[in-house]
């Protein structure tokens, strides 16, 4: 079956930087969008940014012109460039994709185990 593994997260002071990296593997015919949701303590979880099939990045109002997403469509990886943190932006992120896995089958949400993002004032 399908699994979402991430790396990148970590401790960084505000005004830091940190990349964080997913991978896509298993059973995988087709892959719609890629992205990234963040759930903080008390919080809901909340999308961070995504890539649509067709190229196209969306992200949170509260990330814009700090984070940048990138995917490679060969590799079946998505990831977040992070820069400028700060520390509301800790959050446990978790990677998230939607994925046929197989011509007959419809997409299906899949995500990773999430990776802590800490960042120190």
């Known amino acids: 079956q399908v699994q979402l593994v991430e790396s990148g997260g970590g401790l960084v002071q505000a005004g830091g930087s940190l990349r964080l990296s997913c991978a896509a593997s298993?059973?995988?015919?087709?892959?719609?969008?890629m992205g990234w949701y963040r759930q903080a303590p008390g919080k809901e979880r909340e999308l961070v940014a995504a890539?649509?099939?067709?190229?196209?990045?969306n992200y949170a109002d509260s990330v814009k012109g700090r984070f940048t997403v990138s995917r490679d469509n060969v590799k079946n990886t998505v990831s977040l460039q992070m820069d400028s943190l700060k520390p509301e932006d800790t959050a446990v992120y978790y990677c998230?994709?939607?994925?046929?896995?197989?011509?007959?089958?419809?997409?299906?949400?899949?995500w990773g185990q999430g990776t802590q993002v800490t960042v120190s004032s």
């Open positions: 998230n994709a939607r994925i046929a896995t197989s011509w007959r089958r419809r997409f299906g949400e899949y």
């Open positions: 298993g059973s995988i015919f087709s892959i719609d969008s």
């Open positions: 890539v649509t099939s067709g190229g196209t990045a």
